[in-house]
Each structure stands twice: as structure tokens, then as C-alpha cells.
């Protein structure tokens, strides 16, 4: 069996190419409403920053507090409305595939990507993004932002019950929310985290009816009252005493998505000389995701690679951009989205 340009042929029978390796990943974080599909950013970036970047303020909520009323008081002058603020930036991304003409010459197959091959690649893309993005959020340090880190927390890899727990779940929703935590109504699990709950017969499976009228189990569950999506690009580290998974709490909707688009999304570049003649496929894309209430303050790149999303120092909660005692964050408890940290 010989192999040219990597690609398997075989000179005896000239076999077909019949089957594309299927993607091993699942990218259920993009997939299972944990955006918000927004049209908005795009007609605003030219008008701010030099288009890849939106300061979106956000208006904070009346109170103070009230003097009595008693025909003796006087009631002191209203006091004005504070204005918080939450940047968010554009970033983008391209990738090309190549394929020579004598390739396909003596194989008889094309080996061009195909659309739906490049709509899983961004997909993909795509999940590693919001994973650095959350990495970044929950590495933020110092406080405010430190507190949210903390308090929307929950690590029981060192007690006495170090795997994930109805019990676990429901003290780290409220941990984060409080009396809001019933807003966390998703969570993302590695799939040895799910088969323990499994086990446990923790997880109740949805149900359908075929079309022979018998009932059967959906691979979409429930735990505890939160939709359960499994996706083994869920975060997985490992210490002295064994591996230790990361889930993340959300509400759906959780980060604000838009398509910006890129001026040649994608073309054709044909370079009929090279060994033979060879057609390269390159494709772009410019978008936003944006968590909710947190802002990327990141400096120096108008698009910000993965890396640079899942530096903490690049991320705050969204404030009044003012300074020293002056300076207002949005309360974390309106940011509903919680990790738990355990060993299975």
C-alpha cells in the first residue's frame, strides 16, 4: 500500500475514497442554547473603535435609600442613575486547504474539503474559543473580579465527597446565585463525570415515543432539574491523586453570539504551476462572543487569539469606568454561570 501526499491509494484496484473520518468532538457548548444569536454589533463597531471593538453601556438600577416622610423632612435632591459599562470585541480567524490536481489524477477522488467538513472545522473552532473565554473569566484575579472567581466556585476535590453530587450541584447554584440559582439551568460535564452519575442512576433520561408506540430514553438527560450536555472537551487536569473534571453551570443564553462576517469569507486560489497545478480552499470568519456582564479589556490586538482570551488579566466585570472608591462593578450575582471543580 503506497501513499502520495498522504493519501492512501492503491495502484492494483484504484479503490475509492467512500468514507471522510468522522469528527471526534461534539461541540455541544455552541450547540445546545448556550448562545443568544444577536444582530447589533456589527453597524455599531465602525461608529466606536475602528471597527472591531463595542463599548456597550449598560444602565444601572435606581435606589438609595428613602427618608422618612413626615412633614418635618426634607427630601435631599434625586440622585442620578449610575451608567456601567461592558467592552466587547470582534475576533477572527482563517484556515486553508490544499489539495494538487495529481492527487486526484491517480486516485480518481477529490479531496477538496467540503462544506459541511468546513462548517464542523469552525465549529470545533469555535468551542476551543469559548473555552478559552472561560478560562479567562475564571482566572481573573484580585477584587471584584477575584470574589466572582471565588464565589462562583465550587471544589470538592479534597472532601470526603470529591465527585459531583445533586448535592454538590445544588450548593455551588446557590453559591454563585444564591436565591437566583434556579437560572442555572444547564450543565456541561465530561462524559467520566456523567457515567458516575449514571451509575448512581442520577440521571434521568428524556424520553420519545417511536413510531411502534414503544418509549425510549433520548441521550439528552436531566440531573437535579439541569438539562445534562456531555462533551469531553470539558476541562480535565490531573494531580498526585488522580484526574480532576471541571463542569460549567449556565443559563442559557449565557454569551451573546454574532457572525460579523469577514469581507471574502471564503475563495478558491488556483495555482496552476506548482507541481502540477494545486487549488487551495481558504475560508474566514469574524464573530463575537461575549459572556454575559464581563468585559474583555485586553490591549494591543484587534483580534485576540485563544491564548489571549483565556488570560484572567484580560477580563473584568463590567463597571462605570471610574476610578479608585468611585469605581462600580454590575453584582456577580446577575452573571449566571458557576464551575464545579471534582474528581468524577
Known sequence: MEKFRDKIFNEEVFEKYRKTLPSTKENSLIKNGLFTVVNKYKGLMDEQTGGYQVLEPIKGRIGGTPVNYDGNTDIPAGSERDTFYQNKICYGRAKAWGEYDFASDITGENFMAEANEVNEYWDEQRQSTVLAILAGIFGMTGGVNGQFVSKHTYDITATANPNLSADALNRASQKALGDKKSKLDVIFMHSAV????????????????????????????????????????????????????????????????????????????????????????????????????????????????????????????????????????????LIPCARIISRG
Not at 507541481?275 to 462572543?289: F, H, P, Q, W
Not at 487569539?305 to 468611585?326: D, I, Q, R
Open 194 to 333: 456523567s457515567t458516575n452519575l449514571e451509575g448512581l442512576n442520577l440521571i434521568d433520561f428524556l424520553k420519545y415515543t417511536d413510531a411502534n408506540g414503544i418509549q425510549r430514553d433520548l441521550t439528552i438527560g436531566t440531573f437535579n432539574g439541569r438539562l445534562v450536555i456531555v462533551d469531553d472537551e470539558m476541562p480535565v487536569t490531573s494531580d498526585s491523586t488522580g484526574d480532576i473534571y471541571t463542569s460549567y453551570v449556565f443559563q442559557k443564553g449565557f454569551f451573546e453570539y454574532e457572525n460579523i462576517g469577514a469581507t471574502k469569507g471564503s475563495e478558491l486560489v488556483r495555482n496552476a504551476y506548482e507541481k502540477g497545478g494545486r487549488t487551495d480552499l481558504i475560508t474566514r470568519i469574524r464573530e463575537m462572543i461575549v459572556p454575559m456582564y464581563i468585559s474583555y479589556k485586553g490591549t494591543g490586538a484587534v483580534s485576540p487569539t485563544n491564548e489571549a482570551f483565556a488570560t484572567g488579566s484580560n477580563w473584568e466585570l463590567a463597571n462605570n469606568a471610574k476610578t479608585g472608591a468611585s469605581k462600580v462593578y454590575v453584582d456577580d450575582k
